[in-house]
């Protein structure tokens, strides 16, 4: 890199990370306001307009739950209220954060076995129902599926998922994990027959980090039932049962005025209109990455399966030998840019560019051209030409 300039960072930081992500100004503006009872009626009429909204969002008629707690809070939720210590669940890997989530299960006390897949290429699913299959005294109690993996930047095809559980005959739950899809890309909960999704607030909705949540189906509620794994904040009978605000403790109010705006915010401008425009913005990343990559010795596109790229994270396998640190230093620091990092065994091999939530035409651009400047400034080898590739995408004419 050059030697560094003593700058200071002016104007609006460009934020590209794949969650947390930017809160619209509408969004700020929704909290900023003075707390209010939360069994007032005036709240409790705001709280069940948002229940109702996440569950348009889900496409989901069946059971939801919102906690005051990060994605992995709903994770240990689902784990807590279905299971009971030493059954056997299976993780279908994607990445760090379906291994995360085998981590969590194994923490609790279940039996969690992998069905191990290529991170590049994703999960062949004939390989699951071919598992499920041979699972005849159905031990396997549900599937894990992490429908969009940040890490990799690839999506799971949930609806192949269910398909190979039902070909198999079993009756395993799925279980899956929209915290990176939710309010990006399209997503049939009920249509799809997931049995429990996992959400966050701080990615596709917009919404500060800290709040998440759970859409439970009627089998899934059933089978709560007869869980022995010890459970109280997470404990969706209980919650049920705290009535008329389905919250143990405190609601947090102000992120219910933040959720109510954000709902509003999805739906004026049309959720099938929100994921074209992240399908579009996405588009646009990758034929610029593919542009980075042209000469051999650049950047290039992590994911090998062109059908399960995602549409909110791109991530960006580094050229032999070279780290992603430097870039990502020059980025941040000298010119105000914030890109995601690899994680777990992706670290420094790979970045990722977060493509997701109040995000625009000129945002990206900015973004890419921000890219490579940091490139160019850490040294990093690309061949030019990748904002190009991307305008030309995203004035249709790639
Ligand atoms: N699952 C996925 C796919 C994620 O992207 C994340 C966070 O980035 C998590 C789980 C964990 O969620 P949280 O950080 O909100 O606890």
Request: contains cysteine; charged residues 20%; aromatic residues 8%.
């Amino acid at each position: 890199m050059n030697a560094p300039v003593n700058v200071k960072p002016r104007g609006r930081q460009f934020f590209n990370n794949p969650g947390p992500t930017n809160i619209p100004d509408r969004i700020l503006r929704a909290m900023d306001r003075p707390v209010m009872d939360f069994l007032a009626p005036e709240f409790l009429e705001i709280q069940r307009a948002c229940m109702a909204g996440v569950k348009r969002i889900l496409k989901t008629d069946q059971n939801l739950f919102i906690h005051a707690s990060t994605g992995h809070g709903a994770w240990e939720a689902a784990v807590a209220n279905l299971f009971s210590p030493g059954e056997t669940v299976l993780v279908v890997e994607t990445g760090y954060f379906s291994l995360g989530w085998k981590e969590m299960g194994e923490t609790l006390g279940l039996k969690v076995e992998t069905l191990p897949a290529d991170w590049r290429k994703g999960v062949d699913i004939s390989k699951l129902a071919e598992r499920l299959a041979k699972d005849k005294a159905h031990e396997i109690k549900a599937v894990f599926a992490v429908h969009n993996e940040t890490a990799t930047g690839m999506v799971l095809p949930l609806a192949e998922v269910r398909r190979a559980i039902d070909e198999a005959r079993h009756p395993a739950l799925l279980l899956s994990d929209t915290i990176s899809s939710l309010g990006s890309m399209d997503y049939k909960m009920d249509a799809w027959g997931v049995d429990v999704t996992v959400g966050g607030s701080q990615k596709g909705l917009m919404m500060p980090t800290g709040m998440a949540l759970t859409g439970v189906s009627d089998k899934a509620m059933e089978a709560s039932r007869t869980s022995k794994m010890p459970k109280y904040y997470f404990n969706w009978e209980l919650m049920n049962a705290r009535k008329p605000q389905r919250f143990i403790g405190t609601v947090p109010v102000h992120f219910f005025f933040g959720l109510h705006e954000s709902i509003t915010m999805l739906e004026e401008e049309g959720l099938d209109a929100v994921f074209a425009r992240h399908a579009r913005l996405a588009e646009a990343t990758r034929a610029a990455v593919r542009a980075w990559g042209a000469n051999g010795k650049g950047p290039t596109l992590y994911g090998q399966t062109p059908d399960r790229l995602s549409n909110s994270v791109t991530t960006v396998l580094m050229p032999e030998g070279v780290s992603s640190d430097g870039l990502r230093k020059a980025a941040l620091e000298r010119y105000n840019l914030s890109l995601g990092g690899g994680l777990g065994p992706l670290m420094g091999k790979v970045f990722r560019i977060g493509h997701l939530g109040d995000l625009n035409e000129p945002m990206l651009l900015g973004c890419l051209a921000t890219t490579e400047l940091a490139m160019t400034t850490a040294g990093v080898p690309f061949a030019k030409g990748g904002v190009d590739a991307a305008i030309e995408s995203l004035a249709g004419r790639a």
